[in-house]
Nanobody, 117 residues
Framework: QVQLVESGGGLVQPGGSLRLSCAAS????????MGWHRQGPGKAREFVAR????????NYADSVKGRFTISRDNAKNTVFLQMDSLKSEDTAVYYC??????????WGQGAEVTVSS
């Protein structure tokens, strides 16, 4: 049974930083990319960032480009999201996602991030 465990969420002031982590436990294989989505209050879940397992190519939503950085540690099946210059509109539950070459993708349980003064 594969589980994705997230950590690092919390409350931060506007302009501050947070770092999210997502580690996979259990037997895992066939992962071609790792990423993050988020769901703000009253909003649909949206894509945030993704990184390829093979060569580290990254993609970002326009709303976070230049402020967020995604990275990964393939050996530890872990993906990170460094969030800088946070804004109130970044307030959301952040979900990590492991993209599988076959079968249903894996999702984390969610980490709450609140940006408020």
């Amino acid at each position: 049974q594969v589980q994705l465990v997230e950590s690092g969420g919390g409350l931060v002031q506007p302009g501050g930083s947070l770092r999210l982590s997502c580690a996979a436990s259990g037997s895992i294989g066939g992962i071609y990319a790792m990423g993050w989505h988020r769901q703000g209050p009253g909003k649909a879940r949206e894509f945030v960032a993704r990184i390829k397992s093979s060569d580290g190519t990254t993609n970002y939503a326009d709303s976070v480009k230049g402020r967020f950085t995604i990275s990964r540690d393939n050996a530890k099946n872990t993906v990170f999201l460094q969030m800088d210059s946070l804004k109130s509109e970044d307030t959301a539950v952040y979900y990590c996602k492991f993209y599988r070459s076959w079968g249903v993708d894996y999702w984390g349980q969610g980490a709450e991030v609140t940006v408020s003064s």
